[in-house]
């Protein structure tokens, strides 16, 4: 069965320094991975995603992330933080050899961003 | 705005009370889903629905009790909760058949039980 593990609960930057997001994953055939991010009582919002290709993908507001298959791991990244990019962070992965589409999430990380 | 509109966005019900969640979706796709997010472990996965069809039930409590009449809508029938089901419950779509796409994501419902 697929897992997501995010070995953070909480990651603080300061505004205008990079930041990362960690994420490995566990899969039994090819991963499929994405990133979310939740603002206080808002639903996910899809950020970027991983299908096959080049190994660093961009997305929404600035964000990156890069996937290592030796490693199993889709870090996300920014190469300047924001304090509006303060907000929950979910990585998440399908797995190529499931046909009922699950879509598995990491337990989250908190990102704070200080001024 | 996601596409995925769920109602209500707060609910609160006492242990004895039978309430229903809905989920509606204008993306044209086929594949929905349910989620529960708590403070204790964020986003477990309860049901996925593929073609209609359910395809995933994850040892949920049968006290939820879902239903998906089309490809558009879904719903989260509620009975005899407990105050450990209080959570924040997400519904979300995406295109069966292309494990490669995105979910996309409603507001969620907030339940309190009481």
């Known amino acids: 069965a697929q897992s997501v593990a995010q070995p953070e609960d909480q990651v603080n930057v300061a505004e205008g320094n990079p930041l990362t997001v960690k994420c490995t994953y566990s899969v039994s055939g090819n991963p499929y991975l994405f990133w979310y991010v939740q603002y206080p009582n808002r639903g996910l919002q899809f950020l970027l995603k991983y299908i096959t290709g080049d190994n660093l993908v961009k997305g929404s507001y600035g964000f990156e992330a890069e996937f290592n298959k030796s490693q199993t791991s889709f870090h996300l990244k920014k190469p300047s933080a924001l304090v509006s990019d303060s907000a929950l962070y979910f990585c998440a992965v399908r797995d190529s050899m499931d046909s009922s589409y699950k879509l598995i999430f990491g337990s989250g990380t908190r990102l704070l961003v200080r001024p | 705005e996601t596409g995925v509109t769920q109602t209500p966005r707060h609910l609160v019900m006492g242990m004895t009370n039978k309430k229903s969640l809905k989920c509606e979706q204008h993306?044209?796709?086929?594949?929905m889903y349910w989620y529960k997010q708590s403070a204790k472990k964020p986003l477990e996965l309860m049901f996925v629905?593929?073609?209609?069809?359910?395809?995933e039930n994850n040892s949920v409590p049968s006290r939820f009790s879902p239903e998906c009449p089309n490809s558009s809508h879904l719903f989260l029938h509620l009975h005899t909760l407990q105050p450990e089901d209080s959570a924040l419950y997400l519904c979300?779509?995406?295109?069966?058949?292309?494990?490669?796409?995105?979910?996309?994501f409603g507001q969620g419902t907030r339940l309190t039980v009481v």
């Open positions: 993306l044209g796709h086929n594949a």
């Open positions: 629905y593929s073609l209609e069809e359910r395809v």
């Open positions: 979300a779509s995406s295109q069966s058949g292309q494990p490669n796409t995105e979910a996309f």
